[in-house]
T-cell receptor, first 111, second 115 residues
């Protein structure tokens, strides 16, 4: 089956710890994206990558880091510098500037 | 900066009713507009994509229109069903980039269709 997978579905961490969220796609899409969603709000762009070994900051990149070593993978690290990390994180991919396809999301809770 | 607004924030209708969800954006120079559906705790499902050169797109009971000059899009749902209950999100791409695109989202309309 073609699609986007995110793991894990739920993630719990203590404050001060870094955590890495996984995103994998087998759609052969060049572009990949990370969004954050808070309750009752729309999605906000954290980082995006248009091609392997290249990525750009989105609107709320502070406290996050990414890598794009393979076309299929775009992991997101939430660092201890992120002040409010508890949120629902969504990964997406697209071919060129067409439709974005989303994964099932990871709900991160930091206490 | 592009801003996207969706009205109403929540809508409750009886089954079978036709309904319209609204989306407005501040910068009319968009590249395309996409409507999504989100079920509670789930990812987003793409419903319709309208390119800037198009006026509408249809898929089954769904029809999305785009009026760039007024900065508005509507999502029309015909003969609503309880299974249509979800949050509907509108998102715009301001310009095409070399590869990929930056979506700016509205906050969504939470739809409840009552049996």
């Amino acid at each position: 089956d073609g699609g986007i997978t995110q793991s894990p579905k739920y993630l719990f961490r203590k404050e001060g710890q870094n955590v890495t969220l996984s995103c994998e796609q087998n759609l052969n899409h060049d572009a990949m994206y990370w969004y954050r969603q808070d309750p009752g709000q729309g999605l906000r762009l954290i980082y995006y990558s248009q091609i392997v070994n290249d990525f750009q900051k989105g609107d709320i990149a502070e406290g996050y880091s990414v890598s794009r070593e393979k076309k299929e993978s775009f992991p997101l690290t939430v660092t201890s510098a992120q002040k409010n990390p508890t949120a629902f994180y969504l990964c997406a991919s697209s071919m060129d500037s067409y439709e974005q396809y989303f994964g099932p999301g990871t709900r991160l809770t930091v206490t | 900066k592009q801003e996207v607004t969706q009205i109403p924030a929540a809508l409750s209708v009886p089954e079978g009713e036709n309904l319209v969800l609204n989306c407005s954006f501040t910068d009319s120079a968009i590249y395309n507009l996409q409507w999504f559906r989100q079920d509670p705790g789930k990812g987003l499902t793409s419903l319709l994509l309208i390119q800037s050169s198009q006026r509408e797109q249809t898929s089954g009971r769904l029809n999305a229109s785009l009026d760039k000059s007024s900065g508005r899009s509507t999502l029309y749902i015909a003969a609503s069903q309880p299974g249509d209950s979800a949050t509907y999100l509108c998102a715009v791409v301001l310009r095409r980039e070399t590869s990929g695109s930056r979506l700016t989202f509205g906050e969504g309309t939470q739809l409840t269709v009552n049996p």
